[in-house]
């Protein structure tokens, strides 16, 4: 089954995309969706009136925002191993996350410097890992699980990052913003000794950091690299 957000409702279609089932939700603005790896019958949509969970292939949705303080949705994001925690992005409030298959929901912003989210991104193999655009704020980083989130803005041109995703093994991320694609990485060092950077401070760059041996950082590089091309393939199939 692929699922279909639209600016009036979610369209389901059983057969690739050849054909297209009527729109439910009709009305509602969605914003993203979610579906269940293990299960694919199971998915999530963020809207602008909450969240929404089909247990059956899209046929019928049921309301799965409490917890949440409002309504308006940006997106939302699945653990592929886990399917039973859930994040969503808010346009107002920032992240929250559900450790119970969106029965309810739990703040999940410490760090961050803004409340607009924009974007959210998770690691197919270990969801510890996320990336979040923040409007304004450029992106920010979770080690884990939304607990806690710093921002890895170092060398990135602008705070406006409207698509964000993580490779396998957690080391790369890709953001989409106004004026291009951009590849974050952690970088080996260049000298026996460099600056551990442990907060950027949101938009723009002013980051605090102590020495450290041989330590790594976040470089942001306007080209694809061998892993993301790779990865994009993979996802394109």
């Given at each position: ?6 600016s ?40 602008d ?30 653990d ?9 992005g808010?346009?107002s ?8 298959g ?25 969801a ?9 704020r450029?992106v ?28 396998p093994?957690g ?28 907060d ?12 450290s041996?041989a ?12 892993a ?10």
């Amino acid at each position: 089954t692929i699922y279909a957000g639209t600016s009036s409702g979610v369209r389901t279609s059983p057969d690739d995309g050849a054909t297209w089932g009527a729109a439910l939700l009709a009305g509602v603005a969605i914003r993203g969706i979610a579906v269940d790896a293990g299960t694919p019958a199971r998915a999530f949509a963020a809207t602008d009136s909450g969240v929404y969970m089909t247990q059956d292939a899209g046929a019928t949705w049921i309301p799965r925002s409490v917890g949440i303080p409002t309504n308006d949705l940006t997106d939302i994001v699945i653990d592929p191993a886990n399917p039973l925690n859930i994040w969503v992005g808010t346009a107002s409030a920032g992240v929250y996350r559900s450790a119970n298959g969106g029965a309810s929901w739990s703040a999940a912003s410490s760090g961050l410097r803004g409340l607009r989210v924009d974007t959210l991104a998770v690691e197919p193999v270990n969801a510890a890992v996320l990336l979040a655009g923040i409007r304004g704020r450029g992106v920010f980083r979770s080690l884990d699980g939304g607990t806690s989130w710093l921002a890895v803005n170092e060398e990135l041109p602008t705070p406006g990052v409207w698509a964000a995703a993580v490779l396998p093994g957690g080391a790369t991320g890709i953001a989409g913003t106004s004026i291009g694609v951009f590849t974050l990485t952690v970088a080996a060092p260049s000298g026996n000794e460099r600056e551990l950077v442990i907060d950027t401070g949101g938009w723009p760059w002013n980051g605090r950091a102590v020495g450290s041996p041989a330590a790594e950082r976040f470089v942001w590089l306007n080209r694809f690299t061998p892993a993301a091309i790779s990865f994009l393939e993979h996802m394109a199939r």
